[in-house]
Every structure is written in C-alpha cells, then in structure tokens.
C-alpha cells in the first residue's frame, strides 16, 4: 500500500489537531521511509519477482526490523517518545505513535502473507489484496480519499500557498500512484532503495503544506 498510508495521516489531523501534517505523514510512513536505507544495508531484503502479485513484482523476503508488527509498534514508540519530549503534547504523541503501528495494519490488507508478527517467529500475516488490481486500487483509495476529505474539512488555508500547495501534494501522489500501478518492474534492488528516499520530500512537503494553513473550530 502506498498512497492509503498518505489518506490516514491525512485523516489522523483531525484527531490530533496540534500535530504538523509533516509529522503525521512521517508516523504513517516511518517503517517505508527506513526500509530503503535497511535494503542499501542489507539488513533487509526484497527480490523482483514479475507476477508474484497483480499489483507488485516485490517479494518481501527478509524485512522484520521496519514490517514486523513488534518492530512497527518498537518505532511507534520510540517516535511517539521523541514527539512528546520536544512538544509535551501527550494526545498528540499517542496518536503519532499509533500512527506508526498502522502502517502494519494497512500493509496486512494488501500484502501476501509476508508480513512477520515478531522478528523472532515463522508467523507471516497478509489478505493478499494486491492478488487483485481492481481491489487494491478501491481500498487505497476509500483511505486516501476520506483521509483527504477529513483534513480538507478540518483546516482551511491561510493564503494562496496553503490552497496551492496542499493541491500539487495531492496531485503529485496521485501520479506517483498511477506511476507505480502502471509502471514495469524496477530495474534493481539498488533502484527500489535509492527511489524510496524520495519519500522524505513528501514529509518536507506535507510540513510546509500545514503551515500555511489552520484549524477549523468544529
């Protein structure tokens, strides 16, 4: 799952108003935004493997440290932690970290059953949604769409930056999203790893995006 983890961070403002989009995005794709730097490592591993799924030609073969639930629940933690020491928000904080812990949750909905309980056990969860593109793209987009549609309602923008900015955000994950669905095989491993920090340009951009607009009073 991709842009379904972007729609609950966008969802997630209502519920934790004070929290900066950036934040939220950076919760919800924490365990992604570490896997690339854990593959160039090797700590963790993915094949190519044309056909494995309709969707994806990714075999996750070895990744317990980010996509095991016991290691999302670990970095939920440790980023809710760093959220309330800096900011002494412990609403906020809570919601960061469980955040986190959601990625897992919507990785398990479109996954094949690779998605470890623990690093230390043969257990593998995942509904294997990506087995259908149809499916797949109808969930993704159920999350991203109401997610957008909660935080369009909860904020409003302060200036022509915050209209602007929040549509270019959208629009470009939407492409990226088309991009992914549509696109071949990636060349390597190396590629798969190098491309997937790009992704913290969209935390930057989700930041900037927040700034320039406020909370609307329910």
Known sequence: MF?????????????????????????????????????????????????????????????????????????????GLAYYAVTDRKREAAWVALLVVSHWGLDALVHRPDLPLSPFGPERIGLGLWDSMSLTIAVESIFFVGGLWLYARGTRAVDGVGRW???????????????????????????????????????????WVDRHRAIVSP
Request: glycine letters at 10%.
């Open 3 to 79: 842009i379904g983890h972007f729609g609950v961070g966008f969802a997630a403002k209502r519920l934790a108003p004070r929290a900066s989009l950036g934040t939220l995005f950076l919760a919800a794709q924490l365990v992604d935004l570490l896997w690339p730097t854990f593959l160039l490592v090797g700590w963790e591993r993915v094949a190519i493997s044309p056909g494995i799924t309709a969707v994806t030609p990714l075999d996750f073969e070895h990744y317990p440290i980010t996509h095991s639930l016991a290691g999302a629940a670990t970095w939920g933690v440790l980023l």
């Open 165 to 207: 900015s929040l549509f270019g955000l959208v629009a470009f994950l939407v492409i990226i999203q088309a991009l992914n669905l549509a696109g071949g095989p990636p060349p390597s491993v190396q590629a798969i790893a190098w491309a997937g920090h790009a992704q913290w340009l969209l935390v930057i951009w989700a930041y």
